[in-house]
Nanobody, 114 residues
Framework: QVQVVESGGGLVQPGGSLRLSCVLS????????VGWYRQAPGKQRELVAG??????NYADSVKGRFTMSRDNAKNIANLQMDSLKPEDTAVYYC?????????WGQGTQVTVST
């Protein structure tokens, strides 16, 4: 059974940092393409960072502030978020794509506020 467990959200002040993590189990993590998405209230879900054609692409709004990484030995994908802004407030989701299948994390709330 494939499971995705997401963690690391929370409340942070502007300029602060958070690190999100996702653990994939029950399938071949090393074969997966990873993506991080977010959805703010009243807005569509958007891709924040993800593997595209073998490279990592970042949304313009997070370039230079967010860094996606993975540890294939531990089946973990991470999203390091620095210099956070109030407009980064959203529910963040990790996604693992293996072939035509998509596996989603449960979502974690990130709130950037004073």
């Amino acid at each position: 059974q494939v499971q995705v467990v997401e963690s690391g959200g929370g409340l942070v002040q502007p300029g602060g940092s958070l690190r999100l993590s996702c653990v994939l189990s029950g399938t071949r993590f090393i074969s997966s393409a990873v993506g991080w998405y977010r959805q703010a209230p009243g807005k569509q879900r958007e891709l924040v960072a993800g593997h595209v054609g073998g490279k990592i692409n970042y949304a313009d709004s997070v370039k230079g502030r967010f860094t996606m990484s993975r540890d294939n030995a531990k089946n973990i994908a991470n999203l390091q978020m620095d210099s956070l802004k109030p407009e980064d407030t959203a529910v963040y989701y990790c996604n693992f794509r293996i072939g035509s299948e998509n596996f989603w994390g449960q979502g974690t709330q990130v709130t950037v506020s004073t």
